[in-house]
Structures are given as C-alpha cells and as structure tokens.
C-alpha cells in the first residue's frame, strides 16, 4: 500500500469536490426523468460502484458473444465493395485468407454450437450489444445519483466510473466495428484511436478545469444513444447492410445520373460506414476545440495567452506517444498483427493501456499531483519496446514469435493494470474506512461522485 497514493498525499482526498456540467439536451429532457425512476429500482444498501460493475460486466458478455460468433469483425471475408459493382476499392481491404490460431479455435467452437460459420454472427446479436451498451449507459449514469441518493460519494467513485469507461471505450469500439463490418482493418485502428482519443481529452480537460464537460452533443450521451441505433439496425439489416453506398441508398446511380455526371470531379459513393467514420470524426474535431477552449478559459485571466496553452497541450504527449507506438507495430507487423484475429488481444493490450494511463491522470487528478509523464506508465514503455522491436525485428522474428510477444504484453498489461486498481481502491478504502462495492451501505461510503 502507498505505492500510488502515499500517506503524504491521501489528506488531499478530503478535498477532491465533484464537478460536472452537461449542456444535454437529451439528457435533461429524455434520460434523466428515465434515470431518476430507475435508480429507485435499486435498494439503498447496494453500493453505487457495484451499479458501475454491474454495467460494465454487460458489456464483457457482449464482448465474449463477439469473440464466439464474430472474431474477425466482418461477415465472412470482406468482399469487394458492393456500392462500386464488386470493383476494388480502397477503402475497403479485403481480410487475411489464412487462418491464425485463435481463429482456428473459435471457427471449431462454433461447429461444435452447430453455427454454419464462426464468422457469419447472427442477427440478434447485435441486438445484444444494443440492449447491453444502452444498459451499460444507464447504470453509469445512476451510479453516481444512487451515491447523492444515500450520501456516499467520494473520490473512489470518480476513479471507478472512469475506469470502467476507458475499459469499455476499447470493448464497444470493436463491437461497433463488427456491426459496421469494418473487419480487421486500418479502419477499425481509426476507429479504436479518434474514440480514445475523444475520452482521453475529456480527462485531459477535466484535469485542467477540475470540471467534467458535457457538450450539447457529447459522446456518453448521444454518442452512445447513436452506436445503440446502429446495433439496431444492423440486427435488422445485418452488418453487410453498412457497406452499401449513401448514394445507392437514395436511389442516386452516380455512372448514370446527369447531374452527377456534369460536374467536373468525381463523386464517390461513400459506404455508410465511411460516412459514419466521417461523421465522427467531425465530432473529434468539436470536442479538439471546445476542450482547448475550456482549459484557456481555466488558465489564469493575468496570464493568459495563446502561447500559455503550450504546457496543457504538451501533456497530451504521453498519448499521443502511446498512439503512435501501437500503430507502428500494427505497420511494422501488418499481415500478422491486423489481418489475422490476433488483432483482438493486441487491441486489448492497447485497451488496458490506455485504461491504466487514464487511471493515473484521474488519480493525479484526485490526489491535487503533477501531470503523470510518460515514464511513469509503464504500459507505454512497454508499448515503446514492442514497436522497436517490431521494426527492428530481434525477438519478433516469426509469426509464433509475434504471438506469443502480444499474449504477454496482454499478460503483463494485466497484471500491472490489476495491481494498480487493487492498491489504489485498498488504499482509498482504508483511508476511508469503507468497502468497494459491499452491499452493505454501511461498509460502501464515498464511492460515486
């Protein structure tokens, strides 16, 4: 114990107030009447972070159906783009032809299900990931009124919440990569790093303005209510259905329609998943403007300038070095690493580090501490290592070899992850005198904000 929260600083919990302003209106008009009637469906003695684990564990059965029914993230092998008339497109590469091992592994369990195939995941499943993910939304956002509701919120429960969102940041985001039928892709690793790139700037913000913001459109609230549409509809359409072109879907023939045809550049037929994809990514951008914005304003009025920004936005390098270390080992070892489904614990490795480098910037948060610089995770210098050597080719050297190199940073990703949160909640729990999600209400003080 003390190892991350040393005796010096833990007085400094005492301090830690809750702050939060959400500019939703869906979530002061339609949620948040639904979560006040839900949370009085939960009794008074269970403990509020025992509400966030119950959500999160939702999203890990999704999670595991996924594994089952759809490693590979696509229907079958990716076909060519049928928005093109079967041409190729680029946008779309096609899957690996070969098999890997834990693809082997999954395609037999299936046979033993009596599935036709490991790749071809049923309708409903994808009626599972909705109904879970809006679950998943739900209880997040009533764990924290059950701690107003029975006066027991605290700093752990603004660690816990925060850390069951970065875990499941990395989950969904594969799962949505299945009902889009991205596959194992550069867009799915698109995907994976512009969603945790929109998490890690909220907390980024949050730990410059003390404050968490929630924009008018933001993405725990519509963000999530928008990928539970999409899980919709792919249960109705199927995941093949987000490869069609949005042209094609308003009846618009691009080759044979003459206005079209008339203008001087090419329209392209963009897939509704690509349209998706752009859609998000303008909400990056919103979110990249109005977190900067938020942290000037937070800045000193005496001193601030534009150049007084530097500091805040060098703290993001820590992510951006971390980013940028996965994605050159996904390049360094791409036939093995992103077209085979060893691209899934890989993307865990990623997951937990992520997950591990948020929980230290809420805890520095918490504890009133500096910035938690790059050399203090671990994770990413694991991460730093693996991209080396990639490249550079002495230990992952063979497709075995990059196996077994991925299997152990997850391992070791693990364990570091799994210490970090045993010793930070023993330590917030001893200070406080409680437990971590006891049913009990007496032995559950200070857990949500």
């Not at 210490?419 to 999600?437: L, N, P, Q, S």
Request: proline content about 6%; hydrophobic content about 45%.
């Amino acid at each position: 114990m003390g190892i991350y929260i040393p005796a010096s600083k833990r007085d400094r919990l005492l301090k830690y107030r809750y702050s939060s302003t959400d500019l939703s209106l869906t979530s002061k008009y339609i949620l948040n009447p639904f979560w006040n009637k839900l949370v009085l469906a939960f009794p008074q003695t269970m403990a509020p972070n025992a509400i966030t684990l119950l959500g999160l564990s939702l999203i890990f059965v999704n999670f595991l159906t996924l594994l089952y029914y759809n490693p590979t993230l696509s229907v079958g092998f990716k076909p060519l783009h049928v928005s093109k008339g079967g041409m190729w497109d680029p946008l779309f590469p096609p899957t690996a032809s070969e098999s890997s091992t834990l693809h082997s592994i999954f395609t037999w369990l299936g046979v033993r299900a009596g599935a036709e195939s490991a790749e071809a995941a049923p309708r409903w499943l994808y009626w599972t990931f909705s109904v879970g993910l809006f679950a998943y939304q739900s209880l997040d956002a009533i764990d924290g009124k059950q701690a107003r509701r029975t006066g027991t919120s605290g700093p752990l429960g603004e660690l816990f919440d925060h850390g069951c969102d970065a875990l499941n940041t990395t989950l969904a985001c594969l799962l949505t990569a299945s009902a889009l039928n991205l596959g194992l892709s550069w867009w799915t690793v698109a995907s994976l790093v512009a969603t945790n790139m929109n998490f890690y700037l909220t907390t980024w913000e949050e730990f410059h303005t003390g404050t968490l913001f929630l924009s008018a459109f933001s993405g725990p609230v519509e963000g999530i209510l928008l990928v539970v549409g999409v899980f919709a509809v792919t249960g109705f359409k199927g995941p093949e259905f987000w490869d069609t072109g949005i042209l094609t879907i308003f009846g618009i023939d691009p080759p044979t329609n003459s206005v079209l045809s008339a203008l001087p550049f090419h329209v392209k037929n963009l897939p509704l998943n690509d349209c998706f994809l752009v859609f998000s990514t303008v909400g990056l951008l919103f979110n990249i403007v109005s977190a900067t914005h938020n942290v000037y304003l937070s800045l000193p009025a005496k001193s601030r300038t534009p150049s007084s920004l530097v500091k805040p936005i060098t703290r993001l390098t820590p992510w951006l070095v971390h980013t940028a270390a996965m994605v050159s080992w996904l390049h360094a070892r791409e036939e093995l690493l992103l077209r085979t489904t060893l691209f899934i614990p890989f993307t865990l490795f990623w997951g937990i580090a992520f997950a591990h480098h948020v929980q230290l910037l809420i805890l520095a948060h918490l504890t009133s501490s500096p910035f938690p610089a790059a050399w203090q995770h671990p994770l990413l210098v694991l991460s730093a290592l693996g991209a080396l050597d990639a490249r550079l080719g002495i230990v992952q050297t063979s497709h075995e070899r990059v196996k077994y190199t991925v299997l152990a940073c997850l391992a070791l990703g693990t364990l570091v992850y799994g210490h970090f949160v045993v010793e930070v909640i023993g330590d917030i729990c001893e200070f406080y005198d409680i437990k971590c999600v006891s049913p009990f209400l007496s032995l559950s003080l200070g857990l949500a904000p």
